[in-house]
């Protein structure tokens, strides 16, 4: 694969860290999606579970809206059919989600939707492999560090394991969990793609000021780009 450019930077929603009362939280997360854009961020994914497909639907349709003539991509967490409906730019698989290879054999059938990504979250090596040998464009490995959000999945994985998976796979892996700015360049360097996180993104003060910091502890080395652009 050609080297990547730049890291990947991409805002995981969660929209009740936002307020305990829901359409305040939906609006504030209408807020940050739109500062996220405006800040050149990546990719946003919408990974609302709970969140009813009316309202689920509403949001993602603002989003896309949003973020049309921009570079921003909006993927929707483990919904193919609400992100495929609203014209959102891929899919994120999780472990209880659709299978990979399903996901993978439906686009390989539809050249018109060769350019829509399919991604997965992963918490192993092993599930790394399976995720790149059943087609997936790219793959979230985590929780690198401590975060409240990831504890279910174990105690952090390290950037020793990260860099093993980074070698590994030839996809893109995209380091999650516990990412902050004084702790990203060590994952960029540990041969990640990219960055996925939520607070990150969602708290950040000053998120135009943070992007461009994120993006300088970037050096291009192992990991491929993303290809489906």
Known sequence: MPAAARPVLCYVTDRHLLGPDEDVRLAALSAAIRRAIAAGVDWIQIREKDLSGRRLSELVKDAVAAATGTSTRIIVNDRLDIALGLGAAGVHLGE??????????????????????????????????????????????????????????????????????????RIPVLAIGGITLENSASCLRSGAAGLAAIRLFQESPDLSAAVPRLRSGFSPIRQGAIGRT
């Open 96 to 169: 209880e989600s659709a299978p990979v290879a399903e996901v993978i054999r439906w686009r390989s059938s539809d050249p018109a939707h060769r350019s829509f990504l399919v991604g997965a979250s992963c918490h192993s090596l092993a599930a790394a492999q399976q995720a790149e040998r059943d087609g997936a464009d790219y793959i979230f490995f985590g929780p690198i560090f401590d975060t409240p959000g990831k504890r279910k999945f174990g105690p952090p994985q390290g950037l020793d394991r990260l860099s093993e998976v980074c070698r590994t796979v």
